[in-house]
């Protein structure tokens, strides 16, 4: 007797519920038939045969059983009896004409009157699905005979297809179970810091995230003109965080909201600009602050940045230059990211996300041009930003990013 169990399907997957039995009690069985399918809470799993032999449902559809519970048996020990039946001889039903009915024994004969068909005829005319009223039989006294029938079958189309055999699927290598190897390490300080920060803003902070697109034509376009005179003077390339920077403090200069948190039951709106700017260092993501981002002319706000770059590559940023940010500006774009929602740094209440630029079509007027353009998205504490002042922020910042001359007049 072979138990029928249900199936450890998951680590964390204690029960399972019957969705449904494929076969019926008492019902003969093969090894590998599927006998039923259990459902759980991430999926739906077939159960096979163990072996072969008789079927006994114990548990019902819409049961709820345990992982392992026994669910029904295959009694093997009539395996043998019932393979001998398989063998026998079946009885082979009466042939069939093309409508499904049963061949005549007698036809129409061309000739007018009716022909008796031999057993033999009748069982090809059936199999061949022949209609033999139209035959003309060379037989004694014009009787059909079975060379007329096969004769008539072989000059004649098929009604049915002849089915394509199924070619069986390819067996995907699987390792052996010594070879699943597993490595652990101890986390670095700095990242189960990370681990921490991230994990309370997503518990203290009611997160939202808002985007839209921006032309960088214009940013392009003066990188391109001014590239060579202001890395003579300066020692450096010309970015684009620097535009970011000053674009964001224009935003945050008319939406005071995004640059204040909540504490307690205050909100603290500070009146100054100090824009953290997170950098991938070998160590983890690390956010150094631009101090009074807003008193800093372009070309020192991208020294500054340059500067944490290549401190922060080789572990020298100070522990005061990580504190007292205001608002973030996280670059993705440099890893090719096309679009994302940042996580704020607490207890900052606003994260703006920059991503990569890409050429596509896009609108203007009307007619479509190809022009490069950059998602941006902020992520916001909507506890102290409303969705309208999000969107203002974002539309500010798209805005003195497309026509820089804004930043130059601040309007």
């Known amino acids: ?13 204690t029960e399972a519920t019957i969705a449904n039995w494929k076969r019926k009690d008492g019902e003969y069985v093969n090894t590998g038939d599927v006998l039923l399918e259990i459902e759980t809470d991430k999926a739906n799993v077939e159960v096979v045969a163990d072996g072969a032999g008789v079927l006994k449902t114990i548990a019902k559809e819409g049961d709820v059983v345990k992982i392992g519970a026994i669910v029904g048996e295959i009694d093997n020990t009539k395996a043998a009896s019932a393979t001998v039946a398989s063998k026998a001889q079946p009885i082979v039903a009466p042939p069939t004409a093309p409508n499904g009915n049963p061949a005549p024994r007698t036809t129409p004969s061309p000739n007018g009157g009716t022909q008796v068909l031999s057993p033999a005829v009748r069982h090809i005319v059936g199999e061949k699905g022949i209609d033999p009223s139209g035959l003309q039989g060379t037989g004694k006294g014009g009787r059909l005979t079975k060379a007329d029938v096969l004769t008539s079958a072989s000059e004649a189309k098929p009604l049915v297809p002849t089915p394509t055999p199924t070619q069986p699927l390819p067996i995907a290598p699987r390792r052996d179970p010594g070879e699943y190897i597993q490595e652990r390490k101890k986390m670095t300080t700095i990242r ?37 005179s202001f890395k003579e003077k300066y020692g450096i390339s010309l970015g684009m965080m620097g535009f970011f920077v000053k674009a964001s403090v224009a935003a945050l200069k008319k939406i005071p909201e995004v640059n204040g948190w909540i504490e307690g039951d205050e909100v603290i709106y500070n009146r100054f600009y100090n824009i953290g700017i997170a950098v991938g260092t070998p160590r983890g993501l690390i956010v150094p602050v631009v101090k009074d981002a807003d008193l800093l002319t372009l070309p020192q706000i991208e020294l500054v940045i340059r500067d944490f770059a290549v401190r922060g590559r080789d572990g020298k940023i100070k522990p005061d230059e990580l504190q007292g940010g205001t608002f973030t500006v996280s670059n993705g ?79």
């Open 1 to 13: 007797m072979l138990h029928v169990k249900i199936p450890t399907v998951g680590e964390s997957i």
């Open 192 to 228: 189960k810091r990370i681990a921490e920060r991230l994990v309370h803003a997503q518990n203290t902070a009611a997160i939202l995230t808002t985007f839209n697109d921006v032309d960088m034509s214009a940013i392009n376009q003066i990188r391109e003109a001014y590239k060579d």
């Open 333 to 411: 774009g440099v890893y090719g990211s096309l679009m994302s929602t940042p996580i704020l740094n607490p207890p900052q209440s606003g994260i703006l996300g920059m991503h990569r630029t890409e050429n596509r079509p896009v609108v203007i007027g009307n007619e479509i041009k190809i022009r490069p353009m950059m998602y941006v998205a902020l992520s916001y504490d909507h506890r102290l930003i409303d969705g309208e002042q999000s969107v203002t922020f974002l539309k500010t910042v798209k805005q003195n990013l497309e026509d820089p001359h804004r930043l130059l007049i601040e309007i």
